[in-house]
């Protein structure tokens, strides 16, 4: 059996409005592809979709990515996404280089896509016009991604400790490389004992965040 996936639903929504795009004079590019997935600028970034120009691919198709993290309700999600779609199908429609100009205004607002062109919105009619195509799609394979809880907070990154130890007698103490490399190896507190051995290649990982000095 067949798996649906987010980008088949995605393009099953992209075909739906390529009608509304040929009767605005617009006609969609034939190479376009569209994903759920993290713009350039990643998770921190603020763009909610991004389209790439067809020259940045290896194979001239245009890609349009729309972030996963959105917090939209999951019944107007759908929506919401194909509203995300349609405004960057229209950068592929029009051409990058015309950015969210006159030419981009005219598709826009004749889909239905309201507000300011940077940040598009969809309106009723918008909204009316997608309602059959969204059910022609089918349910959105797609939940919202969390990017804000602590599982996925990279960890900070723990310092090296290097273990030195006197060959004396033993003791053993641990010091950061930056101190070696600065003032050499610690002395033994026993007296006459004199500087300590490090190896290099003995580490522990210490709680303490790396300032990579």
Known sequence: MEQDNRESWLNRVAVGMTPLFETL?????????VAIGFTSRGAKGKAIGECWD????????????????????????????????????????VGIAAG????????????????PMRATTPGDVFLATIAPILAAAGSLPHARLDTGGETTQPKKQAARLLKCE????GYTV?????????????????????????????????SEPNDNS
Not at 26 to 33: D, E, H, Q, T, W
Not at 166 to 169: M, R, S, V, Y
């Open 100 to 115: 969210h100009g006159k030419a981009f205004k005219r598709v826009a607002i004749g889909l239905g896509l309201v507000g």
């Open 25 to 33: 004079g617009a006609p969609l590019p034939s190479r376009v592809r």
């Open 54 to 93: 067809n020259r940045c691919s290896g194979d001239g198709h245009f890609e349009i990515f729309i972030r996963p993290d959105l917090a939209h309700a999951a019944d107007a999600m759908p929506a919401q996404i194909a509203a995300i779609l349609a405004h960057e199908l229209v950068h592929a429609a």
């Open 166 to 169: 006197c060959e004396a007698c």
């Open 174 to 206: 641990r010091t950061a490389r930056k101190w070696l490399e600065l003032v050499g190896a610690p002395l033994c507190p026993v007296e006459d004992h004199g500087p300590m051995r490090h190896d290099p290649f003995n580490g522990d990982e210490d």
